[in-house]
């Protein structure tokens, strides 16, 4: 894995940090390729329980890396191949997929701005803990793109429809004050304890029952687009597996005997 994003599991806890401070985290190439798989392999392996995403320096992400964007552009002209945006289909889409898709929590750690697609991975994660210094930005209609990395989907659904189509067609920089009133930030820390209340937040999250979470998490993306009476079946499919969990035992005897249960994952 390249040493633009660092991968690491401790404790039920992979951390994937990406580490261009110096280039504010922009997405180049091999960045990219190397989160897709930073992600992939957090979702398969059945030791993480948690996953932290989060990143070195004073920015959690910009987005593209337009440098190496503007070259690419070049040489589709010259060449009359346009291939420059497969970047969405080969990067983008799969690092969302894996980040909503995965059977275990996400938090995302923002530590600085957050914007394009970097936006866009912070609020395909499930749970934002964000810096009283950060900040988010869509950016796309400022150099005359559309939203990628799963914005469409997951802003409208943080913060409805009116409000997403203002933050597209206007992007400016919200505060992370303004992202938690809106609904992005789920919780706004002082810029110097946000990487010991997301390590705390993630190990929590590892430690409790990775299975209901598959399921909460499953649940709250079928009952978006899905009917009342849809989403009940969904819930009582769910419910069904969960309770047949060996966390949903362990959970029940520990109350009837007033200690703290100690969940296994399963």
Known sequence: MADTVLYDVT??????????????????TET??????????AAADSAVRAVLLTATGRAFCVGQDLKEHIGSLEKDRASGEGTTMSTVR?????????????????????NGVAAGAGAGFAMAADYR???????????FAG???TADSGMSWTLPRLIGHGRAADLLLFPRSVSAQEAYELGIANKVVPAAELASEA???????????????AAIKESLAYGTDHSLTETLAKEDELQTRAGA?????????????????KFVGR
């Open 245 to 261: 969990s060996e966390d949903h035992v362990i959970a029940v005897e520990a109350f009837v005997k007033k200690e703290k249960p």
């Open 32 to 41: 990219k390729v190397a989160l897709r798989d930073a992600v992939r392999e």
């Open 11 to 28: 404790e039920g806890v992979a951390t994937i940090t990406l580490n261009r401070p110096d280039a504010m985290n922009a997405l180049d």
């Open 143 to 145: 150099v005359a793109l």
């Open 90 to 110: 080969e990067h983008y889409n799969p690092i969302v997929e894996a980040l909503t898709g995965m059977a275990k929590p996400v938090v995302a750690a923002v």
């Open 199 to 213: 390590r705390a937040l993630a190990l929590r999250l590892a430690q409790g029952p990775t299975a209901a979470y």
């Open 129 to 139: 803990l964000v810096a009283d210094s950060a900040s988010f930005n869509t950016s």
